[in-house]
Nanobody
Framework: QVQLVESGGGLVQAGGSLRLSCAAS????????MGWFRQAPGKERAFVAAINWSGQSTYHSDSVKGRFTISRDNAKNTLYLQMNSLKQEDTAVYYCAAGRGFNIATEESRYDVWGQGTQVTVSS
């Protein structure tokens, strides 16, 4: 089973960009579907984006579509989330997650392993 460590969070002004990374341990990274979720203060964790095992298929939530891009590099065992045109409402703890299976999934129940989270704060 993989272990996940996120990095790249921080404080950014509205309109700015950040790239989150999620490093996975183990040699089976390419057999996992991957996803990004976020939890804003006082809210439940929500789906952000997902990618299939090969990286050829992706899906983004409506709230981030056109601004965020999920990608993966299986040779480097790393998942990415490029975040552009950030808004204050993007402020949250961002989690990467891995699930057994090759297809995309948006439900938390389809993911078995979670990272510890990285804080993203967008100021006005």
């Amino acid at each position: 089973q993989v272990q996940l460590v996120e990095s790249g969070g921080g404080l950014v002004q509205a309109g700015g960009s950040l790239r989150l990374s999620c490093a996975a341990s183990g040699r089976t990274f390419s057999t996992y579907r991957m996803g990004w979720f976020r939890q804003a203060p006082g809210k439940e964790r929500a789906f952000v984006a997902a990618i299939n095992w090969s990286g050829q298929s992706t899906y983004h939530s409506d709230s981030v579509k056109g601004r965020f891009t999920i990608s993966r590099d299986n040779a480097k065992n790393t998942l990415y989330l490029q975040m552009n045109s950030l808004k204050q409402e993007d402020t949250a703890v961002y989690y990467c997650a891995a699930g057994r299976g090759f297809n995309i999934a948006t439900e938390e129940s389809r993911y078995d392993v979670w990272g510890q989270g990285t804080q993203v704060t967008v100021s006005s």
